[in-house]
């Protein structure tokens, strides 16, 4: 008996060591790509999904995926990226323009694959998106914003005059508030712009709104983003439409978005990482300009706003909301 434990262990102690050392050629084998998030976001967390699901249906590559969040916090992302350095990443991955900015300011030669960046040209990234310099490219995430105006005119059609609330220091912002003032002036939209650099300023500024505008517009600024529960509450207390850039902003409130799909800009990143892992120079892989048009409505936000949704737009959406999930729709 005590010759048959004997036999028994030294088989299990070696099924062990073969599992270990398959395990570590495996870990060994693999590309290890790090995912550097700026805050807890539906969008942000779209985008990470679609990198992982994308990079497990890559067959010629093994990808170890780690994930880290700043929080909202600025000043910690040199701090992850930092760590992922120690870490031994491979191929980087900041999802957002500050994040990325901060990414290529920090990892010299490695790879970079940025995610959800409005305009790469504009905020330094690449010179030229069709054969990038150096290291780095990734996926744009510019939303048809002239479609958007179209959208809204036809929920609201007597818009005039509209408010926006943005960061000028936010570099999402910087890239597309030129194009939506330009958007805004051929569709005979007069804007109303109030800058804000804070929570406190939003508070500040929504008030100045009240009788002078026909709906509120949003585009995807972290600042905005975090400050969102107050413009819900404050559309809906005023009864002032509230529209968003982007489809994750129409589940915490806004009445509807015509924007990007991120999980789709997840997948496209996906697929420049698999590329460079096969060997295959930035140089060579352009950066993609994912295609938008997802329409998402909130009815909930529409009623509580005073806007009837026309059936036609009802019926061109691809998700429609009964609730709002922040603001003053708990």
């Not at 990470?48 to 600025?74: P, Q």
């Not at 905020?123 to 914003?145: Q, R």
């Not at 413009?231 to 015509?258: H, M, T």
């Not at 994912?290 to 909930?300: E, F, P, R, S, W």
């Amino acid at each position: 008996m005590k010759a048959k434990r004997v036999v028994l262990g030294v088989v299990v102690a070696l099924v062990m060591a073969v599992a270990i050392l398959w395990l570590n050629r495996q870990t060994a084998g693999s590309v290890h790509v790090g995912i550097i998030e700026p805050m807890v976001h539906v969008a942000i967390s779209d985008i990470t999904r679609g990198i992982e699901e994308g990079l497990k249906a890559e067959s010629d590559a093994m990808f170890e995926v780690s994930v880290r969040n700043a929080n909202g916090d600025a000043a910690t992302i040199p701090q992850l990226i930092a760590q992922f350095k120690d870490t031994g990443i491979q191929i980087f991955v900041p999802i957002f323009t500050g994040t990325s900015q901060a990414t290529k300011k920090s990892v010299g030669d490695k790879p970079i694959v940025f995610a959800a960046v409005t305009d790469p040209v504009a905020a330094d990234l690449v010179s030229n998106p069709k054969a990038p310099e150096g290291s780095i490219t990734g996926v744009s995430d510019l939303w048809p914003i002239g479609s958007q105006f179209d959208l809204i005119r036809q929920i609201l059609p007597g818009t005039s005059r509209m408010g926006i609330l943005f960061d000028p220091n936010d570099p999402s912002s910087a890239a597309t508030m030129p194009l939506i003032r330009d958007h805004a002036r051929a569709k005979g939209i007069e804007l109303v712009e109030k800058p804000v650099h804070s929570a406190a300023e939003v508070a500040m500024a929504l008030p100045l709104f009240k009788g002078q505008v026909d709906c509120l517009f949003t585009a995807n600024d972290v600042t905005i983003t975090k400050s969102f529960p107050a413009l819900v509450a404050f559309a809906i207390e005023n009864k002032l439409p509230l529209f968003a850039g982007d489809y994750s902003s129409v589940q915490r409130g806004a009445i509807a978005a015509l924007g990007q799909n991120y999980y789709n800009v997840g997948r496209d990143a996906a697929k420049l990482i698999a590329a460079i892992a096969r060997g295959e120079k930035v140089v060579s892989l352009p950066v993609k300009y994912t295609q938008g048009g997802d329409l998402h409505v909130n009815l909930a936000a529409a009623e509580r706003m005073g806007v009837k949704i026309p059936d036609a737009v009802r019926t061109a959406a691809k998700q429609t909301y009964d609730s709002i999930s922040e603001g003053d729709g708990k």
